[in-house]
């Protein structure tokens, strides 16, 4: 069983930077296309951003595109969410997910939370104005 812990969250002011780790255990990372999700009061789970199993691919959904960048690092098992020029509006709980690489993650960006398998806990991260 996937274990995924995140990390890394908590309180800034508007425009600053915050840096959210996904950490992986009883697994290797490398088999899996990683995905951050963020869940705000009263909302819907929000996709973030994809990477593919080997970290070729990445995207990222419009409101955070330019400002975030996903990120991994297989032979530490993480995946990395850097989170820059935040605003009041990226306060969330935002979560990593984990879904087993297919013969189609090298041409496919996975963005519906349905299509992930394995889920953290989530990291609080608040964004002061």
């Known amino acids: 069983q996937v274990q995924l812990v995140e990390s890394g969250g908590g309180l800034v002011q508007a425009g600053g930077s915050l840096r959210v780790s996904c950490a992986a255990s009883?697994?290797?990372?490398?088999?899996?296309?990683m995905g951050w999700f963020r869940q705000a009061p009263g909302k819907e789970r929000e996709f973030i951003a994809t990477?593919?199993?080997?970290?070729?691919?990445?995207w990222h959904a419009d409101p955070v595109k330019g400002r975030f960048t996903i990120s991994r690092d297989n032979a530490k098992n993480t995946v990395y969410l850097q989170m820059n020029s935040l605003k009041p509006e990226d306060t969330a709980v935002y979560y990593c997910?984990?879904?087993?690489?297919?013969?189609?993650?090298?041409?496919?960006?996975?963005?519906?939370?349905?299509?992930?398998?394995?889920w953290g806990q989530g990291t609080q991260v608040t964004v002061s104005s």
């Open positions: 997910a984990a879904r087993l690489k297919t013969v189609y993650s090298d041409d496919y960006y996975y963005i519906n939370p349905d299509d992930y398998n394995y």
């Open positions: 009883r697994t290797t990372l490398s088999r899996y296309d």
């Open positions: 990477i593919n199993y080997s970290g070729a691919n990445t």
